[in-house]
């Protein structure tokens, strides 16, 4: 059989590189997905710990009629909780070390809150 006649198999490096581009699109959209993803999962855990300050804040409350003592109990992994209370009121916050630049806040009582949300809120 001449060298001209015999049919070769296989595929071209054109092929190969349209499958490895399609494999790099199909990527990077899982990994925006992802990050979607983990970034709402941040914020759940904000809002999350903030209710909890929440019910720590109410109870404290009920025992002392005062906000005052209240100390801001440790965060879920990588959030950060800070608590400020009055006699009458109370005011919270939390960050996250993965969303930087978001802050949730929540607030109860008398003006330390006014004008915010009694559920949490973030920005």
Known sequence: MPALMRRRTGFTIIELLIVVLIIGILA???????????RRAYLTAMKSDLRGLATI?????????????????????????????????WSGTATHVGVPGVLCTIAAGSSLAANA????VCQ
Do not use: C, H, M, W
């Open 57 to 89: 804040a109410e109870s404290r409350y009920t025992s002392d009629n005062s906000y005052e003592s209240v100390v801001a109990p440790q965060g879920s992994d990588g959030v950060t909780l800070t608590f400020t209370g009055t006699v009458s009121g």
């Open 28 to 38: 990077s959209v899982a990994i925006a997905k992802f990050g979607e993803s983990k």
């Open 117 to 120: 949300p009694s559920e949490p």
